[in-house]
């Protein structure tokens, strides 16, 4: 009987080596990372210095939601977890979404006091109606859902074909150097879109 290839130690050995094929990635990148890490750190100082009320409670927790997100996001790539990094970025995106909503609507922070937050669809709706410009968190979302949502649009990520014939599903991530260049450089734009809502501009009569 052949011993089980898919032990937490193999996976650890596993993903260790994809994480040292990335070193490169996240030198390349530092400079950006540590920028946009440390402006987002200092709107954090802006929000926590507001004072106390509701609303800027709840933007602070939806500023750690999206912390949190995009450095989840970052780890998870750099260790080859691609379909999952997207889902952390789908969630900074709704989170991002909400905290708009809080901008230009305070009493949504109180729907999310009373746990009543309502569907990323209906939070972006409102921020249309309110003259917020979505289009970029729309195109991105929808672009992410198509990864996330159980189908065959992420298959790339989870199968290696070496023929029309023969291939290998990837368990435990794969280290695709194109993959992970392009969403570690592209995940801390998120901390950027976090602050304020984008309004739509205004068209001369």
Same mark, same amino acid.
């Given at each position: 009987?052949?011993?089980?290839?898919?032990?937490?130690?193999?996976?650890?050995?596993?993903?260790?080596?994809?994480?040292?094929?990335?070193?490169?990635?996240?030198?390349?990148?530092?400079?950006?990372?540590?920028?946009?890490?440390?402006?987002?750190?200092?709107?954090?100082?802006?929000?926590?210095?507001?004072?106390?009320?509701?609303? /800027?409670?709840? %933007? $602070?927790?939806?500023?750690?939601?999206?912390?949190?997100?995009? =450095? *989840?996001?970052?780890?998870?790539?750099?260790?080859?977890?691609?379909?999952?990094?997207?889902?952390?970025?789908?969630?900074?995106?709704?989170?991002?979404?909400?905290?708009?909503?809080?901008?230009?609507?305070?009493?949504?922070?109180?729907?999310?006091?009373?746990?009543?937050?309502?569907?990323?669809?209906?939070?972006?709706? /409102?921020?249309? %109606? $309110?003259?917020?410009?979505?289009?970029?968190?729309?195109?991105? =979302? *929808?672009?992410?859902?198509?990864?996330?949502?159980?189908?065959?649009?992420?298959?790339?990520?989870?199968?290696?074909?070496?023929?029309?014939?023969?291939?290998?599903?990837?368990?435990?991530?794969?280290?695709?150097?194109?993959?992970?260049?392009?969403?570690?450089?592209?995940?801390?734009?998120?901390?950027?879109?976090?602050?304020?809502?984008?309004?739509?501009?205004?068209?001369?009569?």
């Amino acid at each position: 009987m052949s011993s089980p290839r898919y032990t937490f130690n193999n996976l650890e050995r596993h993903t260790n080596s994809i994480r040292l094929g990335a070193r490169k990635i996240i030198r390349k990148h530092r400079s950006f990372l540590n920028q946009a890490f440390s402006d987002f750190s200092k709107h954090l100082d802006e929000i926590e210095q507001q004072p106390p009320s509701l609303q /800027r409670n709840v %933007k $602070l927790m939806l500023a750690c939601k999206v912390f949190n997100h995009v =450095y *989840s996001g970052i780890i998870l790539i750099e260790s080859g977890l691609t379909v999952d990094a997207i889902i952390c970025e789908r969630s900074a995106l709704e989170s991002i979404a909400f905290h708009w909503l809080v901008c230009v609507d305070p009493t949504a922070a109180g729907e999310y006091e009373t746990e009543k937050v309502p569907r990323p669809v209906e939070v972006r709706r /409102r921020l249309e %109606k $309110l003259g917020v410009d979505i289009s970029q968190l729309r195109e991105m =979302y *929808s672009f992410d859902s198509e990864f996330t949502h159980v189908g065959r649009s992420s298959e790339r990520f989870d199968n290696q074909l070496e023929s029309s014939l023969k291939g290998s599903v990837l368990f435990g991530g794969s280290g695709s150097l194109i993959d992970q260049d392009h969403m570690i450089k592209f995940l801390p734009h998120f901390l950027y879109l976090f602050p304020e809502p984008l309004m739509k501009q205004a068209h001369p009569t």
